[in-house]
């Protein structure tokens, strides 16, 4: 039973019912039923409802695309969506798959050019800042704590640009044909591989760090037991690329086996 809001309720079914597009922005103190008047709300209409997880962007992507298959069906073709072709044409956002299926559901839009990811990611929050002359707080204070995070998957695009140097270069294992980032679910678990390049039956797995400490050799360990889940590939390597260095241990199996490679930031720029 939902008892109170009414005022709230009127307001929004009145926006609702023009014929203008509208935002509303409910805003209020924790636990003092945002949520529930929402859902309230959108009881008795056709509607998107999308709460963000704390998880990456990606697998929030992926949610959020249910939530839309759930309400327009899965026949849905947003391809031919006339803003997402303008948006496409324009090389601001990209249909992303998952390597090697190319009709895969689980293909996601991102933002393609990294001025654009910069700034939806950290200018709206710090514009007050900037706006009164305040630019180096805002760095402070809100961009520099969240650098690394951003860094990730900007990250993932240069190492990606750096494998397809060497591929063009003819100094990689193998020349390999696709290349991209993989994601999906394996054994009820949601998995992601930040770079597989392929060729055949042939595969290059790779982890990409963008953070303050070395990797270790829990990390190189983990990507192999992702490698296990690809049997149709014979032969297999890892690439493993830090903005930090190695730790003793990745660089004891590194000498051990011949099929990893470890890459730090200094030698992609060197």
């Given at each position: ?30 636990r ?38 759930d309400?327009?069906?899965d ?62 707080s ?30 063009g ?49 829990n ?30 241990g ?21």
């Amino acid at each position: 039973m939902f008892i109170g809001r009414d005022t709230e309720l009127n307001k929004l079914n009145k926006l609702y019912y023009t014929d203008e597009f509208q935002c509303c922005i409910i805003y209020g103190r924790r636990r003092v039923g945002k949520t529930r008047l929402i859902q309230e709300f959108i009881r008795d209409k056709k509607a998107i409802y999308f709460a963000s997880l704390i998880t990456s962007s990606k697998q929030n992507l992926l949610k959020f695309k249910r939530e839309v298959i759930d309400v327009f069906g899965d026949d849905l073709d947003i391809e031919h969506n006339d803003y997402i072709r303008s948006l496409i044409s324009l090389g601001l956002i990209e249909n992303e798959k998952p390597v090697n299926e190319n009709e895969s559901k689980r293909n996601i839009y991102v933002l393609k050019d990294n001025l654009f990811k910069f700034w939806y990611r950290f200018v709206p929050d710090s514009l007050k800042w900037i706006e009164a002359g305040l630019s180096e707080s805002a760095y402070e204070d809100f961009i520099k704590p969240n650098l690394s995070d951003y860094m990730g998957n900007v990250f993932e695009d240069i190492c990606i640009q750096y494998m397809m140097r060497k591929n063009g270069a003819m100094e990689l294992p193998f020349m390999f044909g696709n290349i991209g980032r993989w994601w999906g679910e394996v054994n009820r678990r949601q998995e992601e591989i930040d770079i597989l390049a392929i060729d055949g039956d042939k595969a290059i797995f790779g982890e990409c760090k963008w953070r303050n400490e070395p990797i270790s050799s829990n990390i190189i360990k983990s990507l192999i037991e992702k490698g296990d889940m690809f049997p149709q590939f014979k032969q297999k390597y890892y690439f493993f690329f830090s903005k930090s260095g190695f730790d003793k241990g990745a660089k004891d199996i590194e000498k051990e086996n011949s099929l990893i490679k470890l890459i730090s930031f200094e030698d992609m720029v060197a």
